[in-house]
């Protein structure tokens, strides 16, 4: 229920401390027997709450499973990530984003699952998406920007969760233009990037982010065991989801606040802080089949990788595989 819910964000948020009864009841406008009927059903989903006598409630564990209670509890953001969608099991986050921002979904509402049986990369191809290991996610936004300008977003998305993935686990990884995230050459982190148009008038972009975190070696899928890694794989110590949610909003708000103000001139030059392919030769192919060589002469103002050939002609990519 909703009350429970919001008792439960309050547990969080005072996690080191007591928090009185009558505290949750005048916050939430409930009854003390409300509270304590709620408190004995959280206990039973295995919520490990201490009470004591005149100093009130704190909650000492949680279950490790990923709550959408956790994540709002200490969310720093002020749009992105403030409705939570959150699901156990799902064919896709960006299935359901779709639908939600055709029901007018506000912008910043983001799609969460602790598992996806359908998760989906480019041209239809899988991610693998095993249940409670990773951050399965769709982040619903409502631009006032041109169809050409979506792109940028997915390498905006990109700086976004290399910053939080240094901030919280000290990793430092690299982006593989366009859209994934690689450690020693290994995907950590995939980027789908996909938009709800009218003419040329965008309605909604929804940013679908797959993080490998918990994954270990063992439990991936064996088509992937040699290209993939997970934070868990790299660091040897389980890292906490909720906290990573939390900065990649934050990150990624603050980002979009300056993308807004600034315009792309401002990310490019983060961005090509931590790109792979830039002054090196690549092959490049493209989603029509074509594949190109050349040396990646980095991205132009719009996000458009350039490709010289060595013929010295610069072409213009706008979506792609890259081998490096
Ligand atoms: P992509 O087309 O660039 O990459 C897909 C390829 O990545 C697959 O063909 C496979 O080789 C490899 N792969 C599959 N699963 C994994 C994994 N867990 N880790 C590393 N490599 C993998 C990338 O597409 C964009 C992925 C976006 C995923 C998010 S998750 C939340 C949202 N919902 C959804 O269905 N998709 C997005």
Redesign the pocket.
Known sequence: SQTKEEILKLLFQHKETFISGQAICEQLGCSRTAVWKHITELRKEGYTIESVQKRGYKLLEAPKRLTKEEVLANLNSRYFGKVIDFHEVVP????IAHHLAEDGATHGTLVLADE?A??????G?????PKGT?I???LILKPDLTINRIPQLTLLAAVAIVRSIKKVSDVDCSIKWP??ILFEGK?LV???TELQSEMENVRAVII???I?VN?EWADMPA??RD??TSLKIITGKTQSRVMLIQTIMTELEKLYDLYLNEGFEVIKPMWETYALSIGKVIRARTMQGEVLQGVAKGINNDGVLLLEDDQGVVHHIYSA?IEI
């Open positions: 896709s986050t960006q299935k996806q359908g998760g989906r990369g480019r041209l191809r899988v991610w693998h998406s990773g399965w996610m769709s859209n994934d995907k995939g980027i789908l679908g982010m797959g490998n994954i088509e992937i290209i993939a595989d």
